[in-house]
Each structure stands twice: as C-alpha cells, then as structure tokens.
C-alpha cells in the first residue's frame, strides 16, 4: 500500500466556546482548526453524539477537545429544552459569565428549509429561541447562529405565517441583551468545500460601540481574508472552486472489499490521492485501505436500469421530473453529479445524488468529503433510517447533510477571532468617541490575516 502526503493541523486552541445543537460536530471541527477551545456541546441525539465523543472526547480522539468539560454536565446526548428547565442547571450556566467567547449553534434548520416543506408551524423553529434563552443565562462575548437561507424568509402563504422572519427575531432578542448584530449569506464553495452550500450566519457583538452596518461590512471583509487563509491552510487554490472529481475521485474505482462494519455490503478501497483536497482530505489514509462509511447502496434492477440510463441520456445536474416520472420512480429529486463542478447541496438524503462514474449513490463517505470532513473523522450509529423516525433518530447520512461544514466553520472561527482582535484594538476602543463624519471606513486587518495565526 502507497502511503499518501499528510497534512498537518498546527494550530492551537485559545479562545473558548460552547457549541449548541452541536450534531456530530461540524461546527466544533471547524471552530477547533480555527483555534478554539471547546468548554461543552449539546446535542440531543444519541447516535450524533457518540459520532461527536469518538472524535472530540474518548481517550485517544483524533480531534480531541472540550477538555474543560464541566463536572456538572454529564458527557452524554441532552435535550437543551430539557436542560434550561433544570433550575440548577441553569445556576451553573449563570456562573459561566464572564469565561465564555463564544456560543454557537446550528439549531434544527427543517422548519425553515426551502428544501423541505418550509413550516412555519414546526416545533423544530421554536429551539432557534431556546438558543437565545441560554445566551441570557450564559452572556458570551460573541453570539454565532447557522442556519438555513431560510431562516432570514418570513413565512407566507404556510402554517405560522409572519411579517418578520426569525433572523430579524433574533437579532431583535440579541439587542435586547445588549448584543450588536447582523445576518449574512456565506457559500461554503468560498472557503474550499466542493459543494455549492449557501447559509445565514448571524452574528452578535456583546457590549460594541460599532454599528451594525459597519460591523457587517468589516466581518464580510474579513471573511474575504479568512476564506483564503483557509485553503491556503490546506494546499488548496485560493480560487477557484473544488470539483465534485477532485472531491472524491479517489473514493471510485478501486477494487470492492466488504464493508468492515456491514459486511454484508460492499464497499470499495482508497485509489491514489491525485487531487490538493483529496490529499486535504485523507490525513495519510493508505492507498488500498477502506475509508470509514464508504457502504455502497444495494439497488434493485429498476433503480440500477434508471441510473445506467441517466448516465446514457441525461445531462449532468438535476434530473427533470419528466425523466423521473417516464421510469417510475416516486423521487422527485434525483441529481446526476457534474464530475467537473461543485455538487449542490448536500441532503440528508444520499438517494438524491448519483455518482458522476457509476451508476449508484453516493456513500456517506462521499458525503462527507463533499462537506469537507476529513476521512479519520469517523461517524457511528445507523446508515440510514426512513419513514416517521427520520424526524427524530440522526443516522450517518443525516449527521452529515445536517452539519455545517467543517472548512466552512474554520473561515468563520478565523474571521470572529480577528474582529475580536480588531475591536479590542486601539482604533475600535476610541471608535465610538468619533462623530458620524469622523468615522472613516474600517480598514480590513490584514495583519491579524496572515499565514500565522493569532495566539
């Protein structure tokens, strides 16, 4: 077996955060590349957190973290809703104050989604609220919520129908507690990942004496900055965009081995690594070897017949439902991969996406590589689960098409360190003794930007 180049992580961990809806830990991956230091993370699912703790928490994590973890909170799956309603754990998350930089979360996007049905009635888009409950409990300097496009829609025309939509809410509730705040819309593909993903991130400052727009414009700026130290971190083109190929080529091809945690099922092994991100992304794994969740889908004659025909007729990108409709299938959300462009979102739905050279799904390998997880980050629990328990049980393919993605969340970690730094800096301390006409146009740090990070 060929050994392949392996990337190293140098970075450290300074500032500390708290990760909420914390799934199998996209975010915390990406916060802890960007050199953060995770205090504790709630998620409520018992297979997303055991994906989680094998990562970030068991002796011998390959991205071990949270080593301050609290005594009073058991390291386990917890309901947030749960937790706020115990009196003394709100008491010790009120003795928090003071100590935390940032809270962050992902609250459960579904009710928003206009992927899905877009309810405004769904019980889900009341935890976005929860979220905000413990920011008043806890008080962290920096506020962080990723979520849907969505989320900044006002619902019409659905159940729950509002004027204002639940980014506004939000930013109102932040202001209450004396947070300057802001939405934006990032793409994941700026900052390296293979996939077209678009998300809100909105963003509260505790105590700023900048205004929300300039704020806005200079986290953009540094945005900018953060997206290519990113791939600069990686080896990866400052520009242009990642290819679903490039992304996962190196997962097809090779000869098929059973998979070692479903035997009964085929898997396949590593071909050589020819691509910076495929490098990026295999942390040394060996040519030859099996990556971790690469099981390949058993498909039935019909299935197979449509993909091979697919293949044979249809352009690359979404299939037409008139296609979908004259062979029968009741999905009608299929995509052809384009071989040569990054992939559109990624579900929690594998069967939505064919593989651009074989004529099956994608694996939830697959998946993660175009989320830009790295392949020794493993995942645990089932597969896959259908029917009514899809909206409560988080298989592998949901923990992933659910999470934020890790080179995504490292490009925020970075860009919400340096405007920390630049607001404690001299010129953001006498900013607010400045009259509207002496405020000049901030100036993009590009200092606290460079190849070395800031300790």
């Given at each position: 077996m060929e050994q392949d180049e392996e990337v190293t992580t140098p970075n450290e961990p300074t500032l500390s955060c708290i990760d909420l809806f914390a799934g199998c830990g996209g975010l915390s991956l990406g916060l802890k590349e960007a050199g953060w230091s995770g205090i504790f993370a709630i998620e409520r699912d018992p297979m997303a957190?055991?994906?989680l703790s094998?990562?970030?928490?068991?002796?011998?994590?390959?991205?071990?973290?949270?080593?301050?973890?609290?005594?009073?909170?058991?390291?386990?799956?917890?309901?947030?809703?749960?937790l706020l309603k115990d009196e003394s754990v709100r008491t010790h998350l009120r003795s928090l104050r003071g100590s935390v930089t940032l809270m962050a979360g992902g609250p459960p996007c579904q009710?928003?989604?206009?992927?899905?049905?877009?309810?405004?009635?769904?019980?889900?888009?009341?935890?976005?609220?929860?979220?905000?409950?413990?920011?008043?409990?806890?008080?962290?300097?920096?506020?962080?919520?990723?979520?849907?496009?969505?989320i900044a829609r006002r619902f019409v025309a659905r159940p729950g129908e509002e004027s204002t939509s639940i980014a506004d809410e939000v930013i109102e509730r932040l202001s209450t507690l004396?947070?300057?705040?802001?939405?934006?819309?990032?793409?994941?593909?700026?900052f390296g990942a293979p996939q077209a993903r678009r998300r809100v991130a909105i963003v509260g400052i505790r105590d700023c004496s900048m205004p929300a727009d300039t704020l806005k414009m200079t986290f953009a700026d540094m945005l900018s900055e953060s997206a290519i130290t990113v791939r600069q971190h990686w080896g990866l083109h400052e520009i242009k965009n990642i290819t679903a190929k490039e992304a996962i080529g190196d997962l097809a091809g090779g000869f098929r081995a059973a998979c070692p945690d479903s035997t009964e099922f085929e898997s396949a092994v590593y071909t050589k690594a020819v691509?910076?991100?495929?490098?990026?992304?295999?942390?040394?794994?060996?040519?030859?070897?099996?990556?971790n969740s690469h099981r390949f889908s058993k498909h039935g004659e019909r299935i197979q017949a449509l993909y091979n025909l697919a293949h044979q007729t249809q352009p690359a990108g979404r299939l037409s439902k008139a296609f979908l409709l004259e062979n029968n299938t009741k999905k009608d959300k299929k995509v052809l991969i384009d071989a040569s462009a990054v992939v559109s979102t990624i579900t929690t739905h594998?069967?939505?996406?064919?593989?651009?050279?074989?004529?099956?799904?994608?694996t939830v390998r697959e998946m993660a590589r175009l989320q830009s997880f790295p392949d020794d980050f493993h995942f645990y629990g089932r597969y896959t689960i259908n029917g009514p328990r899809r909206?409560?049980?988080?298989?592998?393919?949901?923990?992933?098409?659910?999470?934020?993605?890790?080179?995504?969340?490292?490009?925020?970690?970075?860009?919400?360190?340096?405007?920390?730094?630049?607001?404690?800096?001299e010129s953001a301390t006498e900013f607010s003794t400045l009259t509207e006409a002496q405020r000049p146009k901030v100036p993009l740090q590009a200092k606290l930007l460079s190849g070395v990070f800031p300790g």
């Open positions: 957190f055991e994906t094998q990562n970030f928490l068991v002796s011998g994590a390959p991205y071990a973290s949270f080593a301050d973890w609290p005594a009073w909170l058991p390291k386990t799956n917890h309901d947030i809703v749960t009710g928003f989604s206009v992927g899905g049905r877009r309810d405004g009635a769904d019980e889900r888009n009341g935890l976005v609220y929860q979220m905000l409950d413990m920011v008043e409990l806890v008080r962290p300097q920096v506020v962080l919520v990723e979520n849907v496009e969505g004396g947070y300057t705040s802001f939405f934006d819309v990032l793409d994941a593909s700026r691509s910076a991100y495929a490098r990026a992304m295999r942390r040394g794994k060996k040519t030859g070897s099996i990556p594998p069967d939505e996406f064919i593989h651009y050279a074989e004529p099956r799904n994608i909206k409560h049980d988080v298989a592998r393919c949901s923990q992933v098409g659910n999470a934020v993605p890790p080179l995504m969340a490292e490009g925020l970690g970075l860009a919400l360190r340096n405007l920390l730094e630049f607001l404690n800096a």
